[in-house]
């Protein structure tokens, strides 16, 4: 059974938001995510200060085996990136709550995240199999 | 369609393994991680469900001069006992499938061939070996693992206990018995590695999957997926059906123009002679990216900003840590050591022309 943290909210499509303020969050990819693709070895990160809407490609995770994009929970501006995963791209299997952020998310609009499920809605979305 | 199984689907369940479709097939694509499993091949041994394969015999009097008219290896380099690669070409020189011939006999040959292709093989039999040749699809019945590694020796000793065992040779096979049933036991794979391809009737295949899966424990035996066995062929350098072989590409261009060497006629003998001798308008490159991307199958292949071709297989490589690729591009426009940029995402990514193989048939037996 994977990790889902309570303090996360998480989209159907297995991102996680830590929301640290009314207008900030950092975000990644969650635990279940991680175990499907197992083995990441390379993360396209977004640029720094480009603005995102809620739902758009922002990212791409590589397996061996399977590129998959990750899809912002939020609209919002990118403020930051995790360097460390241009060269430990593991970090996302091994610690994808923590060490394994991909990037910090300037909110543009907080009711936004009314949308997304918390944690006991994501564990019944991943238990479905979805 | 539904997809089908083969008759260890339920050991690859019991083992956790993650199952995907693959040419009509559901197949475990990993196990636990595909660079675990890549590993294990490469420093002790791995264990392969191949079942999907196909294998066709074709028997009879005339069917080595049969063969040899579809094929451009000379057939004379076979004897009883022994296997050899090769294709089957169509008119224009392109490639029908590739494959396996096992000699079995004078008058029999056992060809195991790719499962997507086994149909269209069989037709292409069927039409073009008219005397004194019987050709039979046995893949229903046949059931095919394999052990690949330095290690395999180590194990599949205790499992089939046959004299000819220790002294086998590469491109060699026997056939051995088990539970009182007969098992080809080969000295051939497509990991780079020593180790054996076992081939038998289906009823026994789970038991002798389990009993070299416990023979392997002390041995850090693993099983493992098409996943790992996509990226060890990939190292090597091993042409795969559907990707660098095609029935428009040859096998001059497709990277495996040694199996060129026939003096008999054969289809398409003369593009294939004019191709060797002149060059083919293709040839394979093997890249290694300079960056930390991925080239993955289609991705174009720029020089002096020309798209020159395109990616027919990459991927990650678990030995060299980088992205690596073969790629089929117009030939005589770049050289080893040269750079090329693959696009990615609308990007391109510094890749540096490298010698073939990235990695070079080990063959030690522990």
Known sequence: ?130 | MTAQRTFLYEDHIKLGARMVEFAGWELPVMYTSIIDEHMAVRQSAGIFDVSHMGEIVAKGRGAKAALQRLIPTDMGRLEKGKSMYTCFLNEQGGIIDDLFIFMLSDNEYYLVVNAGTTEKDVEWLTLNCKTNVAIQDVSGVTSKIDLQGPQSYNILKKIIKDDRLEGLQRFYFFTGTYKGEPVLVSQTGYTGEFGYELFCINNIISRLWNDILDAGKEYGLKPAGLGARDTLRLESCYSLYGHELSETISPIEGGIGFVVNATSDYIAKDIIEDQKKNGAPREILCLEMMDKTIPRSDYPVVYNKQDIGAITSGGFSPLLKKGIAMALVKRGLVTIHDEVSVGIRGKQSPAKVVARPFYKYNGKRL
């Not at chain 1, 303090?7 to 900030?24: F, P, R």
């Open chain 1, 1 to 130: 059974m994977s990790n889902i943290p309570e303090n996360l909210k998480y989209t159907k499509t297995h991102e996680w938001i830590d929301v640290q303020d009314t207008y900030a969050g950092v975000c990644g990819i969650t635990d279940h995510a991680q175990e499907m693709l197992t083995d990441i070895v390379f993360v396209e990160l977004p640029e720094v200060g480009i603005e995102v809407k809620a739902g758009e490609q922002v990212a791409v995770v590589e397996s061996v085996k399977a590129v998959s994009d990750v899809y912002a929970p939020i609209s919002g501006r990118i403020t930051e990136v995790n360097k460390l995963l241009e060269d430990k791209p593991e970090l996302l299997n091994s610690d994808p709550y923590g060490e394994g952020w991909i990037y910090k998310i300037d909110i543009k609009d907080k009711y936004e995240l009314d949308e997304l499920m918390d944690a006991a809605a994501y564990a019944e979305h991943v238990a479905q199999g979805e």
